[in-house]
């Protein structure tokens, strides 16, 4: 936890994943942040692709 409670995503126990990968395929940090940083960005932004898309299929607008 930080010092005003508040949690980060990477230093909880469901981030346990991101420093197992890290750890066994040798990546430094830094770009195991950079490389979480763009996966994270791609997701959403194909997220939000994807609800437009189921969207203006079920004839709805925005």
């Avoid at 126990?13 to 040798?26: C, M, P, Q, R």
């Amino acid at each position: 936890m930080g010092e005003c409670g508040e949690r980060s995503y990477l230093n909880s126990d469901e981030g346990s994943h991101f420093w197992i990968i890290t750890e066994f395929s040798d990546m430094e940090t830094a770009t195991a942040y950079q490389a979480w940083t763009l996966a994270t960005l791609v997701l959403g932004v194909s997220s939000i692709v994807w609800i437009v898309v189921l969207r203006n299929a079920a004839g709805l607008v925005l």
